[in-house]
């Protein structure tokens, strides 16, 4: 199968959003503070922003 700009631009799309909520699922398990946890999920987003 052979997938088109707007098709690859999804997936990728989709992948970023997935890991993002995985990520900030596993950190609100294991969460110590509120301002440390909020700061350490920004980062995560902006590192899979990139």
Known sequence: MVMNNIEYDA???SAKIKAKSDIT????NNAASKEKLIEFIKKLHDQIDE
């Open 11 to 13: 997936v990728v799309e």
């Open 25 to 28: 699922v596993a950190v609100l």
